[in-house]
């Protein structure tokens, strides 16, 4: 004769219930950098909002329809040898009337705010108060160009603070080269932006350019955003920054980055310079640099050391080795990244081209 299992107590099951549900909590903290509910910015604001609306009547619901299933199923189970049906009921008029007539009057109740909500951040903002950005998302990092200025950079969108921003997604991005020729600058893959701070997700759609969001920023700071559709083998490290800064501070960021790099004249500078234009001009753009032709199927380089990051916003610009081993092998340091290797360069071609690169201000 087989052994009975024991069977846990109800107090045990309760415990290791909690347990798990005070060890989810515990993932959580207000200072993740990626929390979508600290709104930073009206957008996000206005979103949170509708969550708050949302959910305490999804919380109601879900109380009360578990609740009664359970006493249901302790009210009314079989007791004992019982195996008569007991007696089947067709319906209930008023049940269902109410059961129809209330769910439809809490969506109304949440239709309202909502589609006024969807409209509102559908409009497009005042033209002469308004900055605008388009983003073009790649495997796997993002190219951030702004059209009234004509600066093009990657990874950290700079934004002034107190301003909207009215975001354009380009799933198209032909753009013309220095020389006359018309390049793609987007991969046709699914992406989708996320900076949870400021705004909810929004897809890139390939062959489109018709997506928009509007984000604004209250306070000067670094929002965290990221790819939020798999997009391929490196999605998870497709990041970018939104950096809010001051206005003023903003105008002189976008001349900064206007200009044009210069020549260097010392010496691994030079070398670092040549080798730049051996060897990366087919696929990044230095604004100023003789070989460059503004080709963008990269990173357009010119201010790379004004920004924290490289490579999708995973790796410190500063990080001197990390940069060389990144050009040496990029594949092993990020799978599934684009950039052709480079393992063939002397040690001493790798020191100039990351000291190059390090310059570039």
Known sequence: MRARRPRWSSVAKVALITGFALLLAACGTSDLPQDALTPAGPTARAQDDLWKLVFPIAVVVFVLVQGLIIF?????????????????????????????????????????PTVATIFEQAAEPDEAERVD????????????????????????MVIPTGTPVYVQLDGIATYEL????????SNLVMHSFWVPKLAGKVDFVPGHDDRYVTLE???????AGQCAEFCGLSHANMKFDVVAVEPAEYDDWIAAQSEEAGQPEDEQLRLGYDLFGAN????????????????RTGPNLTHFASRETFAGGIFENAD????????ANPQRE?????????????????DALAAYLQSLD
């Open 178 to 185: 220095d020389d006359g020729a018309e390049d793609q600058a």
């Open 72 to 112: 249901a199923v302790i009210r009314f189970r079989a007791k004992g040898d019982e195996v008569d049906l007991p007696k089947q009921v067709a319906g209930n008029t008023r049940l269902e009337i109410a059961w129809t007539i209330v769910p439809a009057l809490l969506l109304l109740y949440i239709a309202f």
């Open 280 to 295: 990366c001009v087919a696929c990044h753009a230095v604004d100023g640099h003789e070989a460059s032709v503004g080709v």
């Open 217 to 223: 920023a209250d306070e000067p700071g670094r929002y």
């Open 334 to 350: 990020k799978p599934g990244a684009q950039m052709i290797p480079f393992g063939s360069l002397a040690d001493e071609e790798l």
């Open 133 to 156: 950005v388009t983003v073009v998302g790649k495997q796997y990092w993002w190219e951030f160009v702004y059209p009234q200025s004509g600066v093009v950079t990657a990874n950290e």
């Open 320 to 327: 001197t080795e990390q940069l060389k081993a990144w050009i």
